[in-house]
T-cell receptor
Framework: AQSVSQHNHHVILSEAASLELGCNYS??????LFWYVQYPGQHLQLLLK??????LVKGIKGFEAEFIKSKFSFNLRKPSVQWSDTAEYFC????????????FGKGTHLIIQP | NAGVTQTPKFRVLKTGQSMTLLCAQD?????MYWYRQDPGMGLRLIHY???????AKGEVPDGYNVSRLKKQNFLLGLESAAPSQTSVYFC??????????FGQGTRLTVV
């Protein structure tokens, strides 16, 4: 079965610090990988996605993620975080085929201190 | 475009009561999903639909029923609410692949 593991459940950083959130997956099919962000009180929004091609994927708001096949990882990075990046971040993979929905990691709660 | 709209946004139920959550999407998406979000658990799939008139069970379907009578709507029903169903419920839709667009969520409390 597909699964996703996020290593850090709570992360606290100061503004301008660099960010890396870990995500490892177990997935037997064509690799599609997603990072979603949920700002306080809001719905999930797609941050970035990997389907194929360049393993370094750039998303919105300065975020990027690197797909490393040999490590089954898709870590999220940002060189310099802002207070507005405070949110919950979820890594996800398809549950099965394209119609079966997504399997999410348990999430990382990121707090950025001014 | 409204995207994915959920109704209601908040609800408090007493144990044993029933209710229906409505999800509407205006993007002509084929696939629709209901997830629940619980602290420390991420999102878990309850039921999904791959098209009008079809439904299927997800990871945590017990205690819920769904219907998709119209392509744009996906209803989630709780026949007899239990405190364990206190959660935030998210509806999502996608065109024909895994990338999903989410609604604003419904915060349900069962007392």
């Amino acid at each position: 079965a597909q699964s996703v593991s996020q290593h850090n459940h709570h992360v606290i950083l100061s503004e301008a610090a660099s960010l890396e959130l870990g995500c490892n997956y177990s997935y037997g099919g064509t690799v599609n990988l997603f990072w979603y962000v949920q700002y306080p009180g809001q719905h999930l929004q797609l941050l970035l996605k990997y389907f194929s091609g360049d393993p370094l994927v750039k998303g919105i708001k300065g975020f990027e993620a690197e797909f490393i096949k040999s490590k089954f990882s898709f870590n999220l990075r940002k060189p310099s975080v802002q207070w507005s990046d405070t949110a919950e971040y979820f890594c996800a993979v398809p549950s099965g085929g394209g119609a079966d929905g997504l399997t999410f990691g348990k999430g990382t709660h990121l707090i950025i201190q001014p | 475009n409204a995207g994915v709209t959920q109704t209601p946004k908040f609800r408090v139920l007493k144990t044993g009561q029933s209710m229906t959550l409505l999800c509407a999407q205006d993007m002509n998406h084929e696939y629709m999903y209901w997830y629940r979000q619980d602290p420390g658990m991420g999102l878990r799939l309850i039921h999904y639909s791959v098209g009008e008139g079809t439904t299927a069970k997800g990871e945590v379907p017990d205690g819920y029923n769904v219907s998709r009578l119209k392509k744009q709507n996906f209803l989630l029903g709780l026949e007899s609410a239990a405190p364990s169903q206190t959660s935030v419920y998210f509806c999502a839709s996608s065109y024909l692949g895994p990338e999903a667009f989410f609604g604003q969520g419904t915060r349900l409390t069962v007392v």
